[in-house]
Nanobody, 121 residues
Framework: VQLQASGGGLVQAGGSLRVSCAAS????????MGWFRQAPGKEREFVAR????????YYADSVKGRFTISRDNAKNTVYLQMNSLKPEDTADYYC???????????????WGQGTQVTVSS
C-alpha cells in the first residue's frame, strides 16, 4: 500500500482547506484510514479516521465539528475537509492506513508523506 497526501497550503484563520490521500496497491477491505498531524516541536497527534468500507468515522475533540473525513472508494482516495481553521491547526498532515481502528500512530502500518497546512492569524 502506498499513500500520497496532497492539498496543503496557506489559509487565513476561519478559512477552509481540503487535503487528499490517494492510496495505491492492494488495500484490504477492512483497512482503516486515518489522518494525523504534527506541529513543529510537537508529537504526531491523531485527527480523524474512517473505515474503508463502512464509512464509520471518529474525530479528535480538537477538530470535532470543524473537520470532516470522507472517502471515495472508486478513486481510492480519502479526504479531510477542514473548516473554521485556527492557527493552532498549523501542522504537517499525514494520512495512514492500518488494521486497527485506533488513535495511536502504532495502530497504522502505512504512512504517506506529510502535506503542510499553515493557518495565518
Amino acid at each position: 500500500v502506498q499513500l500520497q497526501a496532497s492539498g496543503g497550503g496557506l489559509v487565513q484563520a476561519g478559512g477552509s482547506l481540503r487535503v487528499s490521500c490517494a492510496a495505491s496497491g492492494h488495500i484490504p477491505i477492512s483497512y482503516v484510514m486515518g489522518w494525523f498531524r504534527q506541529a513543529p516541536g510537537k508529537e504526531r497527534e491523531f485527527v480523524a479516521r474512517i473505515s474503508w468500507t463502512g464509512g464509520t468515522t471518529y474525530y479528535a475533540d480538537s477538530v470535532k465539528g470543524r473537520f470532516t473525513i470522507s472517502r471515495d472508494n472508486a478513486k481510492n482516495t480519502v479526504y479531510l475537509q477542514m473548516n473554521s481553521l485556527k492557527p493552532e491547526d498549523t501542522a504537517d498532515y499525514y494520512c495512514a492506513a492500518g488494521w486497527t481502528a485506533g488513535s495511536r500512530t502504532g495502530d497504522y502500518r502505512y504512512w504517506g508523506q506529510g502535506t503542510q497546512v499553515t493557518v495565518s492569524s
